[in-house]
């Protein structure tokens, strides 16, 4: 999707092309219907009329069009949205509606709110794929994704981040609540049976925390580097990013 920057630059492009045009027709319309009759001071008054008309003209004109095809326009706008930052088989947010989450995220935190972000990874993905079969892996990471879905609130964001790595940004929290939600999240995984050849699964995750004046893509980092640790240390667990893992 293009930036706000982009967006400006574009209609202000239009705009330039559009009155050169008009200029340009009216001047020669001019030309073309009064030069034999009128003297030069004459003409440039009718080219400023032709062109004032031409622009009045043209505006009205989009004005019309718009208030017609304004509903039309929005709806267009909202599907190339959601194709642009929509997973295609999860229905969640991609990577792409994150890295532009992550471009404004400063400027909609509150001041002074600590923010968690998690990185949650399916054990052994891959062998699931393999014994049963790519069609079982989709519909567990469907399953999962709508497990994730039902356990977050409306303000926090939840991607699929690629593969079977999922992340999930919590705004305004309190440490100690988000590392025992986590938590409940991967027994809640663990003890479900998924409708996707009564395949169970566990989910190792990795936690780390920030603040609005620290840099969310170091605490993503730390994030997937406490997920390391987690599928280093067993699966089917969660681990807080420590400075340690650093070294």
Do not use: W
């Not at 995750?205 to 280093?232: P, W």
């Amino acid at each position: 999707m293009i930036s706000v920057k982009e967006k400006k630059q574009l209609i202000y492009k239009i705009f330039v092309i559009m009155f050169s045009s008009l200029a340009v027709l009216s001047f020669i319309r001019v030309l073309l219907f009064h030069y034999d009759s009128m003297h030069n001071y004459e003409i440039y008054i009718l080219v400023a009329k032709e062109l004032l008309f031409s622009v009045i003209s043209a505006g009205f004109i989009i004005v019309i069009l718009f208030l017609f095809i304004k509903k039309e326009v929005l709806q267009v706008n909202e599907k190339a949205m959601n194709y642009a930052f929509t997973d295609a088989l999860t229905g969640l947010y991609n990577r792409h509606y994150l890295n532009d989450f992550i471009k404004n995220f400063t400027s909609i935190s509150r001041e002074d709110a600590t923010f968690a972000v998690i990185f949650i990874d399916i054990d052994k993905f891959k062998d699931i794929n393999d014994a049963l079969g790519h069609s079982t892996g989709d519909c567990i990471l469907k399953a999962l994704a709508l497990s994730l879905q039902s356990l977050i609130r409306p303000n926090d964001v939840l991607c699929r981040y690629g593969g079977e790595e999922f992340i999930i940004i919590f705004t305004d929290v309190i440490k100690e609540d988000v590392v025992k939600k986590v938590e409940d999240i991967r027994i809640n995984i663990q003890d479900r049976v998924f409708d996707c050849k009564e395949q169970k699964i566990t989910i190792s995750a990795g936690i780390s925390f920030g603040n609005r004046d620290g840099n969310i893509h170091k605490v993503i980092e730390e994030s997937d580097k406490a997920l390391y640790v987690a599928k280093e240390e067993g699966r089917n667990c969660v681990r807080v990013f420590a400075s340690q893992y650093e070294n």
